[in-house]
């Protein structure tokens, strides 16, 4: 906790203070609107709350999600409301031309539903679609060109949870977001400077200069208001038709003339084709907790459910929190999950993804037994399971929402990177995702996240990307008890892994358990990244032990809300600026 304070310039504000420290309680201001609760330790503590509550990378987008929870909506029409207010206001990530998934938990039916609204590979794109004329993936055409994006998903998908578990219409919860874009918002530092420093990236296309940049191409200033007028009518126009303008009407016209004028892979078929998938959600258990996550296309969700297990056979059980035998615990149970994940992990449509298996307690305990205390396993010694002999019977966002009825929302959703291509569509005002990457464009090579695959995650039209994201709701006596997420990749399992363990193992507060250092191994490449905090003797340990250690900034940035006893308890991750964690 040595960096404690200097992350003060973050989190949320509270409704109840000082109820979970004798010391006494301080309130930092933030530049962003946020407060950050401090005790004289310099330890962090939670947003409080009785009712409902929400959690989100971006403080106004949060606020529209309590403003709706307090105008008499449920956790969907709330969470759907933020969905959209994020894609004006936090444009790196909040989106409508991208894709997620959204986990739902109805108090009414004791039900958890999964939502898969991840972009779709166009019918033009196939196994080789990125390979230049040497066989090697065209990285800019996959990642920075009108060709990178995949069908987007995230309308269809925030119109289909209002649909079946609102109780709101499109008009209500959007009119939050059309406000922000049409009069516009005032720019923190942070957005101001990083505008700045993504003009490149912004500029790939002309509408993307006209609304990120003034019109002599100077920079918006801290202060100024960023005001999207074409976003604006995007948003009006979906809200008007339930989405049709997006997928059949007004809006798919303007990306198919786009998409043919800048080479794209996207036409007319694709958006009318697009349609979000209802899975089913992906369970396990965890010393007597029961867990829902996000299962394939994400392969987070069960490797989050297979590191449990694995950490719950482990011989060594709760190690002092982040200590050497700690993290070499916790790295060498990722290793084995990425293992996996590299050979059969990819869209449940195409392929058939062994499930069972992965989050099998005994398979688990197989993996178990792999960990030497005394030693971490290099890369090549650790190989995806063979399913064939395995005798077992067989800049991306996070916001959580709940209400004071106890229905639930996690949802991850995203461009891929930091805002996406880069790209704004002529005449809509969004940027489009670039999240073809994610898939294995050739097998063996590393995308952008360093992550490489297999058949299981080629390119094949319809075909969904594999993805990180993991949404994930914990039940305590099939209560909801945490829901929690996190953007960052490929760090996006550990992260969540981390909190969850911190939570459950080592008794922390919600505030604690996302403030405190995190690590990420991903087996290949066979590094284990640290943040700031861990001691220079665990490190040095730990290189002893074999591992290649690597310093690394911000692992993540949860958005978590967690019930106890009928109080409400939340915190966004000090790691990322501007968020904000609000009480109803
Ligand atoms: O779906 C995925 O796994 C990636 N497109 C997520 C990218 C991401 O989290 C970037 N954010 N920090």
């Not at 004329?133 to 949870?161: H, M, W, Y």
């Amino acid at each position: 906790m040595k960096t404690a304070i200097k992350k003060i310039l973050i989190i949320g504000s509270c409704s109840l203070l000082g109820a979970t420290t004798g010391l006494p309680n301080a309130i930092a201001k933030t530049p962003h609107g946020g407060e950050a609760i401090i005790d004289l330790a310099g330890q962090f503590h939670p947003v409080i709350g009785r009712k409902g509550m929400v959690s989100s990378q971006e403080a106004q987008a949060t606020q529209v999600g309590v403003d709706i929870l307090r105008q008499g909506g449920n956790a969907v029409d709330a969470a759907v409301a933020v969905g959209f207010a994020l894609a004006v206001t936090l444009p790196k990530a909040g989106n409508i031309g991208g894709g997620g998934f959204m986990l739902v938990h109805r108090a009414d039916q004791q039900q958890t539903h999964a939502i898969d609204y991840r972009e779709k590979a166009p019918a033009a794109a196939h196994r080789d679609v990125y390979l230049n004329a040497d066989g090697e993936v065209d990285k800019q055409r996959i990642r920075n060109s009108f060709q990178s994006a995949g069908v987007p998903g995230t309308v269809a998908g925030l119109l289909l949870a209002l649909k079946q578990h609102g109780s709101m219409s499109p008009a209500q919860v959007i009119a939050p977001a059309i406000k922000l874009a049409e009069q516009g918002f005032v720019l923190s530092e942070p957005l101001a400077l990083e505008l700045q420093q993504r003009h490149p990236q912004l500029s790939r296309s002309a509408a993307g200069k006209a609304i990120f940049y003034k019109p002599d191409g100077s920079f918006y200033n801290a202060g100024e208001r960023l005001v999207q007028t074409d976003l604006a009518n995007t948003l009006k126009k979906i809200a008007a038709t339930n989405g049709r303008s997006f997928y059949h009407g007004e809006t798919a016209r303007l990306i198919v003339k786009d998409s043919a004028k800048q080479g794209g892979l996207i036409k007319k078929q694709d958006l009318a084709d697009y349609q979000p998938a209802l899975r089913k959600v992906a369970r396990g258990e965890y010393r007597g907790y029961q867990i829902a996550t996000m299962p394939p296309p994400s392969a987070s969700g069960i490797h989050i459910i297979q590191m449990l297990n694995i950490l719950e056979q482990s011989q060594l059980q709760k190690p002092p929190h982040n200590s050497a035998a700690h993290l070499h615990l916790l790295s060498s149970v990722m290793q084995y999950a990425f293992a996996d994940r590299s050979k059969h992990l990819g869209d449940p449509d195409f392929y058939k993804v062994p499930v069972a298996l992965i989050t099998s307690k005994d398979y688990a305990k197989q993996l178990a037994a792999k960990i030497d205390p005394k030693r971490a396993k290099r890369a090549d010694e650790i190989a995806p399971v063979d399913i064939k002999s395995y005798r077992e019977s067989p800049d991306t966002t996070h916001y959580s929402v709940i209400d004071k009825w106890g229905n639930v929302v996690s949802n991850t959703y995203t461009l891929n990177f930091s805002y996406g291509s880069g790209i704004v569509v002529a005449g809509t005002g969004f940027i489009l995702n670039n999240e073809m990457d994610d898939f294995s464009a050739k097998a063996g090579a590393p995308n952008a996240f360093g992550l490489s695959g297999s058949d299981a995650n080629a390119i094949a039209p319809g075909k969904r990307p594999l993805s990180s994201m993991a949404p994930t709701i914990i039940f305590k006596d099939n209560k909801p008890f945490l829901v929690t997420g996190s953007p960052g990749g490929s760090k996006i399992g550990n992260a969540v892994l981390q909190l969850i363990s911190n939570v459950i193992d080592y008794d922390m507060n919600i505030a604690q358990a996302s403030s405190v250092p995190r690590i990420h191994h991903q087996w290949r490449p066979d590094v284990l990244n640290h943040e700031d905090g861990i001691s220079a003797d665990t490190i040095s340990i730990l290189q002893q032990l074999g591992y290649t250690t690597k310093p690394s900034k911000g692992l993540g940035s949860t958005q978590s809300i967690m019930l106890k006893a009928g109080i409400v308890y939340g915190a966004s991750d000090p790691r990322r600026p501007g968020a904000a964690t609000i009480a109803e």
